[in-house]
């Protein structure tokens, strides 16, 4: 039985470069454009899904916006510009500090600090999402969407914020897998080696935030997900049993954003219940 | 019987448009004359290669009754299946006189409907929902293509043993899997997804030890983020793999079955010769009895 959550490595990687740039081409094509536009963070996640876009579309055919807040660091920016003079893909950097200030300082800064921080990094989150959105139309490309399967199935994310997209390449690839992924790749060691990190306020760390690594964190979510297996027999194979509960409390918690709405049915045929067809359809 | 007692068979590893009867037979129609010239006597698409295959509810708007003047749409196979001599396997939406819908395979030879092998495992797990739509077909059947026996399988049909079990004891001397297999599970230390290697080890299986060719054909694409693994390809009955299409692309191969090959072998390895049906009979009725552990 394998238990341990399995590694893109040399044998398989050429294939799954393949499969993903197919995707992201084929997918792309039903929507009857060329192009793609996504928010380049400086990240990992980010870079490799730009990378993977780059390669399956051409690097005319992606755009990256950074979008900056005044708090984000600047070795981020350096970082994503980086990736773009690398790639040699077209970019703007479009700074998002002034709406969101002006927006919380109509607000006022009151209720408890950590609330505003939270309230702050989706504002911002959603900001992105916006304008990628508004280029989306404006470029008449698709949004490539950057988020990785260990936040996704965490809900480490913001809801129509960072998780908004039209497709996804890396969504089904753990964040352990994206670093093996992105050794692949070529991708900048820089951009490897730093920890982890949302960049929404100074100093953010994804794993101090969360309370565990994602390397132990995708070794269980292997188990329970992908492996189907039930949170004691994760336990039963060696992972710390509060561990386990939280982290399958995390994905059990965040169910609603990887759904969509729900609808009241009161009709004979509701959408996505029983009104069944494939986003392809058409 | 053929010359050389070999026939010509062209595995064609198409990408359908997913609810787009017209465009993909444009495409099958394409295929086949091309196969034509490279000499190809049968030409074998993939599992509904004529609809795509995560159909939902276009199911509906898709079902074809062939025994009517519905099968109208298949004329330009029909023709070209005549016009070049040729026989094509291809996948559709079946539809019957009662309104029923099956996953179904078409076998045009010469112009001429010679069989319809109606998918009797389908599939309800997972990210699969044919029970949701179809009706199980109830048989597997062989027919005579110019002196060589020929069986389908659709898919998860061949994952159940019996079915090729019961094919080659009816006398199947090939076994045709046309197939939509969706590539999954990352394998460290393997050049290729799970799914495809678990395919490959099943049919070198089928093929050896029911000493007969295989015939696998696997369609391309992507319908919803997922993609589809290809690597179409044709086991001989030593279980050696003779030719393959890439994975992941789009592509034909053609390759010549030798009926001589399968004598040799099946002489040499009697395992269909020796089969005891009477005694599977007899453990199957019991089972089926319930009379199970004494």
Known sequence: MKKELPKIDEYNFPLIYKHLSNFIKIEVSKARVNSVVLGLSGGIDSAVACYLASNALGKENVTALIMPYESSSAASMDDALIVVKTLGISHYVIDITKQINEYF????????????????????????????????????SLVLGTSNKSELLLGYGTLYGDMASALNPIGDIYKTQIYQLAGHLDIPKNIIAKPPSADLWAGQSDEKELGFSYETADGIMYL??????????????????????????????????????????????????????????? | MKKNNSMKICLAQTNPKVGDLKKN??????????????????????????????LKDSVYDLGINIHTGESAVLKPIYKTSEDLNISVIAGFVEKD??????????????????????????????????????????????????????????CEDAWHLS????????????????????????????????????????????????????????RVGFEDGIGFSGGSCIFNPLGEMEKKLDYLEEGV??????????????????????????????????????????
């Not at chain 1, 939270?118 to 280029?135: P, T, V, W």
């Not at chain 1, 409390?249 to 029983?274: F, H």
């Not at chain 2, 199980?136 to 062989?142: E, I, L, N």
């Open chain 1, 224 to 282: 329970l997900i992908d492996k189907m297996y039930k949170p004691e027999v994760a336990v039963s194979l060696g992972y710390d049993e509060k561990l386990v509960d939280k982290i399958y409390g995390k994905i059990k918690k965040s169910q609603y954003k990887r759904r969509m709405p729900l609808i009241a049915k009161v009709s004979e045929r509701t959408i996505n219940i029983d009104f069944r067809y494939l986003r392809d359809w058409a």
């Open chain 1, 105 to 140: 300082a109509k607000e006022g800064n009151s209720g408890d600090a950590e609330g505003i921080r939270i309230r702050k990094g989706n504002k911002m989150a959603r900001e992105r999402m916006s304008i990628l959105y508004d280029y989306s139309y404006k470029l008449n």
């Open chain 2, 163 to 218: 079915s090729s079990y019961i094919a080659v004891n009816k006398g199947a001397h090939i076994i045709i899997v046309n197939s939509a297999s969706p590539a999954r599970g990352i394998a460290a230390g393997l050049n290729k997804f799970n799914s495809m290697n678990m395919w490959e080890e099943l049919l070198s299986v089928i093929a050896f030890y029911y000493k007969s060719y295989v015939i696998y054909v696997n």
């Open chain 2, 25 to 54: 037979i444009e495409n099958h129609v394409e295929i086949i004359s091309g196969a034509k010239v490279q000499g190809a006597e049968l030409v074998v698409f993939p599992e509904l290669s004529l609809t795509g295959y995560f």
């Open chain 2, 253 to 294: 191969v053609s390759a010549d079955i030798n009926l001589d090959l399968l004598n040799n072998e099946r002489f040499k390895t009697p395992l269909i010769r020796d089969e005891n049906l009477n005694l599977t009979l007899k453990e199957i009725e019991s089972i089926v009895n319930n009379e199970t552990i004494k």
């Open chain 2, 97 to 154: 006189e009662d309104f029923n819908f099956y996953n179904s395979s078409f076998c045009i030879s010469k112009g001429k409907l010679i069989n319809v092998h109606r998918k009797v495992y389908l599939p309800t797990y997972g990210m699969f929902e044919e029970l949701r739509y179809f009706k199980p077909g109830d048989g597997f059947g062989v027919f005579d293509m110019d002196g060589v026996k020929v069986s389908v399988l659709t």
